[in-house]
């Protein structure tokens, strides 16, 4: 399962910062507007210690996690839904990812030019979010007049993209995000084609720094204010120190634990964001363990059990029988699966079981 997030915002808030430390991957980071201009594309293993586990129960050979695409996407900017700084290129970018990561600047730090000449997150966010609004507000109102046109000749397919047009247009209108219209999963399928910005999953990163003032810290009203705000839109985010996180990124792991504390940095801030972007996708992993490999599969909260078998073969959805399973934490206490099965712990599940996130998995197929 191919699943990629886009880490968006203003010019010079650490986008590229992060997106290093991410991926350990050097990408181009500078101090001024546009320093990326091609989107960067990095693998980035979900770090789980089950599968460290696991793996270490069944002595594997080789292991491989969960994984999510981060995509870094070059700094919007007002105006961008209108063509300006490189505007569209960038939101067609954004347009090709599943979520969104948008980071926004914390620290003041006078070194570090913001656009708008101060630093105030809330207002960031409202600079970029109304650009995502107004990119889907021409795309949903062209398709809206083209549809309404189209579906006089009563096709279904056109009559339900109509129907969940006219709710999200008069939203997008409002200045609100589409994913606040009251959409259901037919009206979401019926407009699953235009890629709007504003139905896609949004992860706010607020980006700090180790030596500066930072909002959070300060607790002032600019801090008030962003919490309200997270509140009132009931909006996921996570805090992490690009530039901390960067520096950690070269040092080895054995030492990264006594640099954080001499930092101050106590909790991993990638961590936290790749784990969060994986809830933001609403994704789950089960598990495939034995002596050449132990594995994390990626589905999506409530699939089954044919379609998690899907994730290893597509032969396993159309020719599936049965799928024996036991949770994570019982395999690795009972130490080995062929202990479970003496035991009477595997259980087998049939094609209406719904994976749970931390099952180990064996598929019987015909």
Not at 135 to 159: C, F
Not at 195 to 223: F, Q, S
Not at 229 to 238: G, L
Request: proline letters at 3%; charged letters at 30%.
């Amino acid at each position: 399962m191919s699943l990629s997030i886009g880490i968006v915002g203003l010019p010079n808030v650490g986008k590229s910062t992060l997106f290093s430390a991410l991926t350990k991957k050097q990408v181009l980071i500078a101090n001024y507007p546009f320093a990326t201009i091609d989107p960067s594309v990095g693998v980035v293993a979900v770090p789980d210690t089950r599968l460290d586990a696991l793996s270490k129960m069944s002595n594997t050979q080789k292991i491989v996690p969960a994984i999510v695409e981060f995509v870094d996407i070059a700094g919007l900017v007002k105006g961008a839904s209108e063509g300006e700084g490189l505007g569209n290129q960038f939101l067609q970018n954004i347009r090709e990812c599943d979520a969104i990561a948008e980071v926004v600047r914390l620290f003041d730090d006078e070194d570090v030019h913001h656009v708008s000449g101060t630093v105030d997150p809330l207002h960031d966010i409202e600079i970029i979010d109304m650009e995502l609004i107004l990119a889907d507000l021409e795309s949903a109102e062209k398709r809206l007049d083209r549809v309404e046109r189209d579906a006089k000749g009563g096709d279904k397919a056109l009559l339900a993209e109509r129907d969940a047009l006219l709710k999200i247009v008069p939203m997008l209108k409002d200045g609100k995000p589409a994913r606040r219209a009251a959409l259901d999963d037919k009206d979401l399928e019926a407009v699953r084609g235009l890629h709007l910005l504003t139905l896609k999953p949004l992860l706010y990163v607020l980006n700090r720094k180790a030596g500066t003032v930072n909002i959070d810290a300060e607790n002032g009203e600019r801090w008030r204010e962003l919490q309200s705000f997270f509140e009132r839109t009931n909006s996921q985010h996570v805090i992490v120190d690009a530039g901390v996180e960067h520096e950690l990124s070269e040092v080895h792991d054995d030492e990264r634990m006594d640099f954080r504390r001499e930092l101050g940095v106590a909790d991993d801030g990638i961590e936290t964001l790749i784990k969060g972007g994986y809830r933001l996708l609403n994704l789950i992993s089960f598990f495939t363990t034995g002596e050449k490999e132990t594995r994390a599969w990626t589905i999506h909260r409530g699939d089954t059990a044919p379609v998690a078998g899907a994730a290893i073969h597509t032969d396993f959805k159309d020719k599936f029988i049965r799928a024996e399973v036991i949770a994570w934490d019982t395999l690795l206490e009972i130490g080995s699966w062929s202990g479970a099965r003496e035991k009477g712990q595997i259980r087998a599940e049939g094609k209406e079981y719904v994976v749970q996130d931390g099952d180990v998995m064996e598929f019987r197929h015909s």
